[in-house]
Every structure is written in C-alpha cells, then in structure tokens.
C-alpha cells in the first residue's frame, strides 16, 4: 500500500500543478527577451528563478543561463560576480570558447593577472584567429606595469557631490570651469520608472556650482524644462561660449531595441531651450552618443554602431560649415584610435588632443582612458592615462578644466563602498624635489657637523648649507629646481674636500634625493702615489705613467687650497750624490707634468730624498710572490739580509716610489710654497 502512495505522488502533484513547467518556460522566455534587448537587470532577476529547475532537467540549458547570467552580470559592472558565473560555465562545458575569453577579462579586472594570462592564453589556442586573445595578453603585461609605474596624476572622491547611485559623465557647463552638468540616477532624476538594464533610476542631467570658498554646490536637476525626460539622459558635452548644450538620450520602448540619439538644446538666459535631434543617422536601430563639441564648434565627435565602423562602438565626427548649421558627412576616426572592441566617451581639449575611453587597446581592463594627439590626417597612437586615473574597472568620461591640467571624469571603481559609478576628480601634482644627506668621516663613520656643502646649477644658481650636530644637510623644494643638473662640494678642515652629482633632468615625478658623504682626513704621513717607473738613471715621466696622477689632480682640483709636496725615492744602492739629484728630478718632472695640467705652480713642492727614506710597510703585503710583514723597514741593511736576489730586488722596487704630503690647506692665490 505504501508502495502505491508513492508512486501516485508525481502524478498528483501533476494535477496539482499542472502550469509549473510551461510557467518556468515563459519565465524563461522573458529572461532570454529582455537580455536580447540589453535589458540586463531585468533578464538577471528571471534567469535566477529558472536556473535551478532547468538545471537539474537539461545540464546544457543550465550552462546556457549560467553564461547568460554571467554576462549580464559583466554588463553590470559586477566583475567578482561574472568571474564566478564564468568559471561555471567553462566548467559546465559551455561550447563557445568565448566564455573562457569572458573568464580572463573578469580575472583581469579583478587584478588576478596569472591566472587571466592563463585563460588568455588558453582562449588564443583555441581562437588563434580572434584579436581579444592577444588584447588579453597584452593586457595583462600592461596592467602589472601601470601599476609599477603610475602616472603624474592624483586623484581624489568629492565627499557631497556623489551619490549613492551612478554619477557619471561630467561636463564643465561654462568657460570659467564654475559649473558642472553630469548624468547621475540618484535620488531626484526625472521620471518614476528604473532602467530594466541597471535596476536604477533613468539618469538625468544635474548641475552643481563652484562657490566662492572652492567648494561645490549640493548638486541639483538642470532645468524644470524640457532637457530632462523620463528616459535616460547623460554624456553632455557644453561648447566654449556656454551656449549650446549637447547630450546623449536613450529612450526606452518596451520589448523595441532602438537607438540612442544626440539632441541639442540653446542656452537661452538662465535656461535652457527646446532640445532638437542632431541628424546623423536615419536608421532608428543604430546608436548615436557621446557628443564632444570642438573648441571651434565646428566639429563634433560622437560614439556610434553605424556601418562602415572598425569594430563595435567607433569614434567618429561630423563637420559642419558654419557656426549653427548641420552637422554632414559623418567620418569614423580610423583605425589608429578604434579598434574591434568599443572606443567611446571622447572629449577633445583646447589644443585638439582627443582622450576617450576604450576596451580595445590593451589596459588595466574594462574602459581605459586613453589620449591622442591629431598628426595631418591622422592621430598618434593612443596612449594609456596610466594609474591612478585607470583601474581595473570601467575608466571614463574624463573632462578638463580649461587651461588647466585638471578636472574629472568617471569610474565603476569601488570609491563609495557599493556599486555603481562615480565621478573623481584629478590634477597633475606638482614636481618638487628635495636633497639631504649625511656626512661622516671615512675612517671612523663618525658623523661631522659643521661640514659646509655647496650647491652649483647648471642653471647658475648657487646655495650653500651647513652639517648640523648630527652631520645633517638639506636642501628644501625651493632650492632644487626641475630640469637641472647640480654639483655637490664638501668641504671641512682638515678632511679633503668631497664631489658629487645629481640631476633633476628627464624626471616626471616627485623625488627625495638622498646623497652621503665621507671625507677622508688629511693624513700626516704621506700618501704613496700609484706606481711610475722611470728609465734607468733617467727622471723624464714616460707617457704610460703620466694617467697614474690623474687621481691626484682630480684631488687637487676639488680641494684647490691644498699646498703639496711631490716626494720622490730612490732605492740605497748608488751614491748620495748621484740619487739625491735623480729623486730631485724626478719629483719636478711630476711637478711639471701637474702644472701642464692646470695645477697652480705655487702649490706643489718637489722634493728629492734620494736613498735617505726607507720605506715602512704600514700594512702586510704580498709583492712578486714574497710577503712583507706590517712595520717593516725596509732599510739596505734588512735588504741585505733577504735570502734570494729576486726577493732583493723586489724590496729595492719598494723604496723606488712616489709620494705627496700635504703642506697646508689654506693656500691663498698668489703667494709662494714654503721651501
């Protein structure tokens, strides 16, 4: 009996709910309806109550959903989210390797950039024809660079001015950049009804004014006139004089896919007039957007889908021949700017630099803010804003101050704590640089104060500090200038003087420089030159030798109070007579070769002590095979008792030297050297 109680069971609840299954379908059927018209929210809400029952009934129509979702979440601006859909997908077997592709882009705005590289990768295998798997990878390089290497621009959130729901697109209204029109869903925006693709309210237009203080105005609706509607309303673009205001409106018929068209409204007093459609197209399916007025007014850019483009959404412009006529003839901007994805929200600046925003060319992912530059016909290739003004995100409609580099522009980066867009501002910060260091005795690392530093530009400038009591200098922001090279002189008693180099040259950001010093004493004892060897019982300096003084005359150069003395030796075998006078020739013979090379003659004193100075060995040493102990001399008598000629003769070969002792470090010019 309890067999046959189950087994009617599926057949009752049958009777009982004899809809269900064409219910799920219809549902079905709406969702698949409203993600073919782009109506992403709407289409998430119904996949999400089919999914399950079909699922379990038809595992391929389940990854169909699940990819449908998945997209819908990437229209979204819900990265997190699609990457989870996506990995379901691919997992599910889904049959088009685009979902692979989807997965990456996700991983890639989620800053997982292994792992994106690695479905780049595996999308390029199995669609080698198609250019998103190459973008892909070339994206993901780009990315980890703009984020080693960030921009000259800082960026910043307007607490009060945005909402808790999208403000995008900001357009400076007049030409003293003291208002600001932008598309926002928040709160107030005209008409009751939301968008089926974000679940928001239809954007308007609002306006907010820069007061006396710097601050900006509680934002409010445009006009109570006829610019803002029940449908969407965003992308405005205002022209140099304030009077003519172009926007982008998107109506919304239900169950219609039509386009977007751009209208533009006269300023007439305080208000603004009757809002008329600009005529670029005559097919209503095709979208026109994003309008861009020139400086001039004599040409607009815009954003459409419209045959003969280079991928989805192009850049193209319009020209008209006076001022108030019709814009003709729309031209897309060619391949240097559009690429098979979508380039969109241009804006062009007073010199005719174009910036728009494209998911095409390879960036940090999502819409990347991107300048270019007109060259004749064409542009220059378009380079990437960098960081922090591009995210992983969604990166867009960026306007300038006029005559200023700074303004704002949109994101879908998470700036609020939720979803939706907002609107940052940025500037171009300041390059200042400073320099400080410390300086200390060579020998015992000990810092020195009261160690004066001298400062020389190449742009003539001149400072000079002194080290405080912890061998601290500085050199603040207004002491080191931007394109400048400077040299560095530090000088105390009785320490040789100290150079140094440093540049601001070619450098595009901030910089703390950081240079040390350590001043070697000025020894009592003197100072053995490098090596020069003499021809037998000859004195000239032989060419070869001569570069073994250039260490000294540098020395000389940065410490020119020195006063030297050139001390030449002779090793013991030979007569007084006969050595004294060699050593004595010798020595002027480097004397002579310093003055050739620009050594004042009064600071340098020959001396000649023929054999009459061993040499002492200050530290143990290695020399031709034979090891001299620390605190050797090496008078005739201890040369004498080596046990081989060799070992003799390389002992004669130290005491056959050249060396310099400073005499005084306050040589006044013109005065003779103490004989």
Known sequence: ????????????????????????????????????????????????????????????????????????????????????FFRRAVRGNYPDPIAIFYLGEAMLQNEKYEQALEQFKRYKEKAPDDWRGQWGIESVAMAQYLEENP??????????????????????????????????????????NTDPWTGNNHTSLFVSFLDRRGDWSSPTVLDEGPVNTEFNEGAPSVNVTGTELYFTRCEAIPDVDIGCRIYVSQRSGANWGEPRVVPLVSDSSISVGHPAISHDDMRLYFVSDMPG??????????????????????????EVINTPGDDKFPYVREDGTLYFSSNGHPGMGGLDIFFSQPQ?????????????INSSGDDFGITFRRGENSGFFSTSRNVRGGRGDAILSFYLAPVEFTLQGTVRDDSTKIALPGAQVQLVGSDGSFVQTETNNEGRYNFDKTQ????TSYELLVSKERYFNARGQETTIGIERSRDFVFDFYLEPIPDQPIELPEILYEFARWELL???????????????????????????????????????????????????????GIEEQRLVARGYGKRVPRVIERTMVRG?????????????????????EHRDVAHQLNRRTEFRVLSDEFERGERPPD
């Open 309 to 334: 483009g280079v991928g989805g959404m192009d850049i193209w412009y319009a020209e008209r021949e006076s001022p108030g006529g019709e814009f003709k003839n729309p031209r897309n901007l060619g």
């Open 625 to 645: 095979g034979f090891t001299f102990e620390e605190g050797t001399v090496l008078t005739e008598e201890y040369i004498n008792s080596l046990p081989t000629e």
């Open 376 to 388: 004749g016909d064409s542009w220059t290739p378009p380079e990437n804003m960098g960081t922090p």
């Open 151 to 192: 921009g000259l621009y800082e960026v910043d959130v307007i607490r009060g001015f945005n909402s808790r729901q999208d403000d995008l697109t900001p357009a400076f209204g007049d030409n003293r950049n003291s208002m600001l029109i932008f598309a926002s869903s928040r709160d107030g925006a005209v008409g009751g």
């Open 480 to 483: 080191i200038r931007s394109n």
């Open 543 to 597: 060419p070869q030798y001569q570069d073994s003084l250039n260490g000294l005359i540098v020395t000389l150069e940065d410490n020119p109070d020195l006063i030297i003395e050139l001390a030449s030796h002779t090793d013991s075998r030979g007569t007084h007579e006969v050595n004294d006078t060699l050593s004595q020739r010798r020595a002027q013979s480097v004397v002579n070769y310093l003055i050739e090379r």
């Open 1 to 84: 009996m309890k067999k046959l109680f189950f087994l009617f069971i599926p057949l009752f609840l049958l009777f009982l709910f004899p809809d269900e299954a064409q219910t799920q379908n219809r549902r079905l059927e709406r969702a698949d309806r409203a993600f073919e018209l782009k109506q992403y929210h709407e289409a998430l809400r119904h996949y999400q109550r089919v999914f399950n029952r079909v699922n379990r009934r038809d595992r391929a129509e389940g990854t169909r959903i699940l990819f449908n979702q998945a997209i819908c979440f990437r229209y979204l601006n819900e990265p997190r989210r699609a990457e989870a």
